[in-house]
């Protein structure tokens, strides 16, 4: 496994629409791994592909409970709202006051390529929001409401 650079806010590659994985091949295991390990690096509770500069759809989050590997992810069901504070690893320093569903169900394909669904409350919920936003090319400073604010490197998601 090896460290990924992580893209910033203005790289183009954040913003284009991602493409499905169609099998595992020893690039995309690499690839998890490499995305894993450089998610934990940066104190990051989330990572999306395109910000390791690969347009393909794969997320991988973890809160705390393990890591959870989502590949071609499509949410299914949300309810609820929850308005907190949120930042992003493509955008180093900075956090914004975001609105998302508190309950997020989810269906995604794991390492094997078998399908799962995945659901998930308050943090989990949201990160499952904010990654699969980049699949699609967008970040979460489209959603903030009011403008952004420095933060200490540690809080970061």
């Known amino acids: 496994m090896a460290l990924r650079t992580i893209r910033i806010q203005g790289d183009p590659v954040l913003t284009k629409v991602c493409k499905p994985i169609t ?6 295991e690499e690839l998890i791994g490499d995305m894993i390990e450089t998610m934990y690096e940066a104190n ?7 910000q390791v500069g690969i347009l393909k759809r ?9 890591p959870v590997v989502m590949i071609n992810p499509v949410i ?8 907190g504070d949120e930042g992003c690893l493509s ?3 900075k956090s914004g006051c975001v609105t998302r569903p508190n309950y997020v169900k ?9 399908e799962y669904i995945v659901e998930g409350t308050e943090l989990f919920a949201r990160a499952i929001c904010h990654e699969l936003d980049h699949l699609d090319g967008h ?4 959603k903030v409401e009011g403008p952004l604010h420095d933060v200490n490197y ?3 998601g």
């Open 23 to 28: 099998e595992m091949t020893p690039k995309i």
């Open 58 to 66: 794969l997320v991988v989050i973890d809160v705390g409970d393990g």
């Open 91 to 93: 955008l180093p320093g």
């Open 154 to 156: 540690e809080e970061e």
């Open 106 to 114: 989810a269906k995604a394909l794991n390492e094997d390529m078998e």
């Open 139 to 142: 970040m979460y400073t489209e």
């Open 44 to 50: 990051g509770v989330g990572l999306a592909a395109p």
């Open 76 to 83: 299914l069901e949300t309810s609820g709202e929850q308005t």
